[in-house]
């Protein structure tokens, strides 16, 4: 059963700093690409940042190029994707999603979601 689930979420002030973290199970993550997208209410889900399957690319949304940081590890059963988010700003308050498929920005690429976690950034 494929399982993923993030973590790290919650209330920061602008200027500071939050990790997100993504563990994704029950299949063979290895072989895919992760992301990171973000909804707002009444918005479309929008890319933040993807990570391929071996690490070594990555790509970014130009609201956080310089700003955030994905990555990825695996303990052989699972996948972690983390996601470090500096110099936080109001406009990235947003539920973040952590998602599993083709490496890209495209969310039509992405097979698997997590359920989301809250990010709230105070200015």
């Known amino acids: 059963q494929v399982q993923m689930v993030e973590s790290g979420g919650g209330l920061a002030q602008a200027g500071g700093s939050l990790r997100l973290s993504c563990q994704a199970s029950?299949?063979?993550?290895?072989?895919?690409?992760m992301a990171w997208f973000r909804q707002t209410p009444g918005k479309e889900r929008e890319f933040v940042a993807a990570?391929?399957?071996?690490?070594?690319?990555?790509?970014?949304a130009d609201s956080v190029q310089g700003r955030f940081t994905i990555s990825r590890g695996s303990d052989g059963t699972k996948i972690t994707v983390p996601l470090q988010m500096n110099r936080l700003k109001s406009e990235d308050t947003a539920v973040y999603y952590c998602?599993?498929?083709?490496?890209?920005?495209?969310?039509?690429?992405?097979?698997?979601w997590g359920q989301g976690t809250q990010v709230t950034v105070s200015s």
């Open positions: 029950g299949r063979t993550f290895s072989n895919y690409g």
């Open positions: 990570v391929s399957w071996s690490g070594n690319d990555t790509l970014y």
């Open positions: 998602a599993a498929g083709v490496y890209g920005s495209d969310r039509a690429q992405y097979k698997y």
